[in-house]
């Protein structure tokens, strides 16, 4: 069975920094890809970064590029997203999905993801 569990969440200060993780059991990287999403208050869930398994290729959306930072970790089946200098408007709850990718193009289109965590709660205080 094809589980992800998120994790790392937390109250921080605007400018500060969160790690979060998602560990994957049931299944490896291999031929996967793995997306970071969140959810704020009222707002619908939006994707914000992916890396694949094929070559690492990353992808990040506008709202987080050059603030965040996606990894994978294949020998541990995890995969972090560094998040700095964080804002306010990053508070969400973050979700870590899998889906069927061995290409090195990324995709954040959240019907093809297939496995979901079950979010961790990031609050970013002004």
């Known amino acids: 069975e094809v589980q992800l569990q998120a994790s790392g969440g937390g109250l921080v200060q605007a400018g500060g920094s969160l790690r979060l993780s998602c560990a994957a059991s049931?299944?490896?990287?291999?031929?996967?890809?793995i997306g970071w999403f969140r959810q704020a208050p009222g707002k619908e869930r939006e994707g914000i970064s992916c890396i694949t398994s094929f070559d690492g290729t990353t992808y990040y959306a506008d709202s987080v590029k050059g603030r965040f930072t996606i990894s994978s970790d294949n020998a541990k089946n995890t995969v972090h997203l560094q998040m700095n200098d964080l804002k306010p408007e990053d508070t969400a709850v973050y979700y870590c999905a899998a889906m069927d990718n061995d290409s090195h193009w990324c995709s954040l289109h959240q019907p093809d993801f297939g496995s979901w965590g079950q979010g961790t709660q990031v609050t970013v205080s002004s």
């Open positions: 049931g299944f490896t990287f291999d031929g996967y890809e």
